[in-house]
């Protein structure tokens, strides 16, 4: 059999025309990583998968999105909690170019500060994290020295 057809055949979620593969998505992160990228406000044809089978993960979600492209800063907000995702830019129904997200060493705005007490959840100031961890996150506020971890983390 033809390699072409064989892979087609494997796909779990069908070949889109153009768009954006997110691949590789840690399952229990799939409806944060909406939610981040406001998926559910966009009018594009969205097709995902969970529970799929990958070799890396274990399991892995993904998601399809025809005729969306993203800019570096808005993809890369997703790398906070799908730091291995690979991203899939498709272009007539080939994968005209693969790029990663990479979790920088410090965020500035993007999620929020845990601690209540801190003074940008109380001033229009943004905020600002030393990336001290990035497995499992953890993000020290540069204002009060609280660590923010994985599962308390909150986009603005
Ligand atoms: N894909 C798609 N539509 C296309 C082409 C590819 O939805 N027209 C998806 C594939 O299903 C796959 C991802 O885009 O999930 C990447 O495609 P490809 O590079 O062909 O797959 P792999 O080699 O398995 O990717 P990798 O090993 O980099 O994860
Ligand atoms: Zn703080």
């Given at each position: 059999m033809k390699?072409?057809?064989?892979?087609?055949?494997?796909?779990n979620v069908s070949a889109i025309k153009e768009g954006t593969?997110?691949?590789?998505?840690?399952?229990?992160?799939?409806?944060?990583?909406?939610?981040?990228?406001?998926?559910?406000?966009?009018?594009?044809?969205i097709?995902?998968?969970?529970?799929l089978d990958s070799g890396k993960l274990g399991k892995k979600a993904i998601i399809k999105l025809s005729d969306k492209?993203?800019?570096?800063?808005?993809?890369n907000k997703i790398?906070?909690?799908?730091p291995h995702v690979k991203l899939n830019i498709i272009k007539d129904?080939?994968?005209?170019?693969?790029?990663?997200?990479?979790?920088?060493?410090?965020?500035?705005?993007?999620?929020?500060?845990?601690?209540?007490?801190?003074i940008t959840?109380?001033?229009?100031?943004?905020?600002h994290f030393k990336v001290i961890s990035k497995e499992p996150l953890e993000l020290k506020c540069k204002y009060c020295e609280k660590i923010t971890s994985e599962e308390q983390i909150k986009m603005i």
């Amino acid at each position: 059999m033809k390699d072409d057809l064989k892979k087609r055949l494997k796909m779990n979620v069908s070949a889109i025309k153009e768009g954006t593969v997110i691949d590789h998505i840690p399952v229990k992160n799939l409806f944060k990583v909406i939610s981040i990228l406001r998926l559910d406000k966009i009018e594009n044809q969205i097709t995902f998968g969970t529970n799929l089978d990958s070799g890396k993960l274990g399991k892995k979600a993904i998601i399809k999105l025809s005729d969306k492209f993203f800019e570096d800063d808005e993809i890369n907000k997703i790398a906070l909690i799908a730091p291995h995702v690979k991203l899939n830019i498709i272009k007539d129904y080939e994968v005209l170019e693969k790029r990663i997200v990479e979790i920088p060493d410090v965020i500035v705005g993007i999620v929020k500060c845990f601690n209540p007490r801190c003074i940008t959840n109380h001033e229009t100031i943004s905020t600002h994290f030393k990336v001290i961890s990035k497995e499992p996150l953890e993000l020290k506020c540069k204002y009060c020295e609280k660590i923010t971890s994985e599962e308390q983390i909150k986009m603005i």
